[in-house]
């Protein structure tokens, strides 16, 4: 989203994302980051579009009621990105894929690599909360023999 935005803008919008981020009700942090969409409509409209595109995305935190330190590292895609980014480097010299189970080969072997280097999530501690809060969004099961 920052992309979107010259530079000289990128300290104060991303206070305003965090700040928004950092509410605990969802319903006022979509209402703060709708505001702050509204505010880069007329002059960066690309920007004011990601907001609203990732909007009930980045929310999904407040919605699953996490707090604390793993709310704060499950709220940005940086894990994602860091897991992207190992990948990518161990893969970068590879000049000819040669079909889908190469390509598999070589992704589950960088994701090995890159697991060496992975740190304990931050907040790791309340990853029961999240599993609960998934738990109870997830539809039920159902048993395949009760079905046949």
Not at 2 to 12: F, I, N, T, V, Y
Not at 51 to 57: F, P, Q, S, T
Not at 102 to 123: C, D, K, N, P, T
């Amino acid at each position: 989203m920052l992309g979107h935005l010259p530079e000289r803008m990128h300290a104060s919008v991303g206070r305003a994302l965090r700040t928004a981020w950092d509410l605990q009700s969802e319903a006022t942090a979509k209402r703060a980051l709708e505001r702050l969409a509204r505010s880069l409509e007329d002059e960066h409209p690309g920007a004011a579009a990601s907001i609203r595109e990732g909007l009930d995305e980045t929310l999904t935190v407040l919605r699953l009621g996490l707090t604390g330190p793993l709310q704060r590292t499950l709220r940005t895609t940086n894990i994602i990105e860091n897991l992207n980014g190992g990948v990518e480097r161990y893969t970068r010299n590879v000049k000819r894929w040669r079909g889908g189970q190469m390509i598999q080969r070589w992704v589950a072997s960088a994701l090995l690599e890159a697991e060496q280097r992975f740190r304990r999530v931050r907040g790791y501690r309340d990853m029961r909360h999240l599993v609960a809060a998934l738990d109870a969004l997830a539809p039920p099961e159902v048993d395949v023999e009760q079905v046949a």
